[in-house]
């Protein structure tokens, strides 16, 4: 499998679940500014939307969106229990924490990053978010990760997301629950592979 990724952009939530179900997989960096692969090739001749994460399958087959490529990967390896078996109760609630975290907290953060965007819609945006993370913050003061004592691929979603607050002025200090989850799955040796995959650690 060969997975299209940006440095700590979204697509960093799949690389660490690939890393996660020790599958086999190649990791092909397709900045999001430049869209250049590195051996020159236009990215958007390989995905005509142009972002990333992109899934390619050995059978030339591709997946998109990020939510569902992390299932798949999940669903390769039940073994490891990064989601619950497909059909259960808490395979929707898999899916509603992923739904969640895509919808209000990913999309959430797309204003801030959108040069040119207006401060009082940035503002807004920030109080938007930061009310998100603060219901986060308190579904994480009983459990160490999303769905109760078991690292799921939602973990590493979250782990992606709520990261990109420190570079968007976004204060979290008070969120106690969120910053200790945040330690706890950024320690996890297949988190650090990732992160250092990506020349976000060294």
């Not at 430049?34 to 997946?63: E, F, R, W």
């Not at 898999?94 to 959108?114: A, C, D, R, V």
């Not at 160490?144 to 799921?152: I, K, N, Q, R, V």
């Not at 992606?160 to 002025?169: E, F, I, R, S």
Request: positive net charge.
């Amino acid at each position: 499998m060969k997975l299209y990724y940006s440095p700590g952009a979204c697509s960093l939530s799949p690389h660490i679940a690939l890393h996660e179900s020790a599958l086999a997989f190649e990791a092909i960096a397709a900045p999001t500014k430049t869209h250049k692969l590195a051996n020159g090739i236009d990215y958007y001749t390989i995905n005509p939307l142009g972002y990333v994460p992109l899934l390619v399958l050995n059978n030339g087959t591709q997946l998109r969106e990020g939510p569902v490529i992390v299932q798949y990967i999940a669903d390769l390896v039940p073994a490891k229990k990064l989601a619950p078996a497909s059909g259960t109760f808490e395979r929707y609630k898999l899916q509603e924490w992923l739904n969640f975290i895509g919808t209000e907290l990913h999309k959430g953060f797309s204003p801030l990053f959108t040069p040119g965007m207006p401060e009082e819609a940035k503002d807004i945006a920030k109080s938007r978010l930061i009310s998100r993370l603060q219901w986060v913050d308190k579904q994480l003061a009983n459990s160490p990760y999303l769905m109760g004592e078991s690292f799921t691929v939602a973990d590493g979603y979250l782990f992606t997301v709520a990261g990109w607050a420190k570079h968007v002025a976004i204060d979290t200090s008070s969120l106690t629950n969120l910053n200790a989850f945040l330690g706890r799955v950024g320690a996890r040796p297949a988190v650090q592979n990732a992160l250092r995959a990506e020349g976000l650690i060294k």
